[in-house]
């Protein structure tokens, strides 16, 4: 069986390094592993659970070191016995490529035979099993050594709560400025600032709340009238009042009458009527 692959880890190289030749983080990370001991500083001792289709058993193996050229990589030798099982034996070469400050390129190539029961399984399936258990290894791996992204602060330095309007949503100093054109990108910052002013008390108002400053004055016309459509108030005298509901309609006999009748409109049923009535006197005068 030959594997060949590479796994980006976002850690430093040496952190990779480390994570590589701990005996903690190797169990962790290795699928049904049990134990892993150092046993030497280039040998370690495991033992691991498999299950390899219809057929499970537990592997003691032993872990040759060589070629050790930190933090690059080095080559890995061993073998583990499984019992009636069957055997697996063989070696890796791991190297570390350093992609940046905190970033590292896993690149590996396995080559290893088995014999025994497990070997009665089928490459096919041994193949699928030993890519399974790499894929589990590395993502386990990634996650243990992998660097934390820096946490958001919860609270200013004075300890007031961050809120949307304290986080930079643009590069550090940058500004950002309207479109020339338009009505905020042609106004002056003070403009701008009476706008924003003028338009979330409009809100605080349309909610019912008193907005800020207090409840302004009504608004009138230059002529004292109050404005309505069609007449536009002065800028600077401009309020938020709350809006006069429109008076009702006088109420019209016409309007009690139906608009229709056997589902035709009453101007047909009068002209109807008119042209009877002129149909009958032609008839009795003629």
């Known amino acids: 069986m030959e594997m060949t692959g590479e796994r980006r880890i976002e850690a430093p190289r040496e952190t990779v390094w480390q994570g590589l030749n701990d005996p903690e983080v190797l169990r962790a990370s290795i699928p049904g592993c049990e134990s ?3 046993t030497a500083e280039d040998a370690f001792q495991a033992r691991v659970a498999l299950k390899i289709g219809p057929m499970a058993a537990k592997f003691t193996g032993k872990v040759q070191l060589s070629n050790i050229n930190a933090p690059a990589g080095y080559t890995i030798s061993g073998e583990g016995n499984g019992g009636a099982m069957g055997f697996a034996k063989g070696g890796a070469d791991v190297a570390l490529e350093e992609v940046g400050p905190s970033a590292t390129l896993l690149k590996y190539q396995v080559k290893a035979q088995v014999g025994g029961k497990m070997a009665q399984l089928g490459a096919r399936l041994i193949d699928s099993t030993a890519k399974q258990m790499a894929d589990q ?8 050594v992998s660097t934390p992204a820096a946490a958001e602060p919860t609270t200013l330095p004075d300890g007031t709560p961050v809120r949307p309007s ?3 949503s643009l590069p550090e100093g940058t500004v950002p400025t ?3 054109g338009t009505e905020v990108g042609d106004a002056s910052p003070v403009e701008r600032l009476g706008a924003a002013t003028l338009v979330g008390a409009g ?5 019912g709340e008193t907005p800020p400053g207090g409840r302004p ?3 009138s016309t230059p002529n004292g009238t109050p404005a309505g459509h069609g007449q536009a108030a002065p800028v600077a005298a401009r309020g938020y009042a709350k809006p006069v509901a429109a008076p009702a309609p006088a109420l019209s006999i016409f309007s009690l009458l139906p608009e229709e009748v056997f589902g035709l409109p009453l101007l047909f049923w009068g002209g109807s009527a008119v042209f009877m009535v002129v149909l009958f006197l032609l008839f009795v005068l003629g």
């Open 36 to 38: 892993v001991e150092r």
């Open 137 to 144: 290894f590395f993502d386990r791996f990634a996650a243990t």
């Open 166 to 168: 304290h986080t930079a």
């Open 178 to 180: 309207p479109a020339p």
């Open 203 to 207: 809100l605080t108002e349309h909610s």
């Open 217 to 219: 004055a009504p608004v």
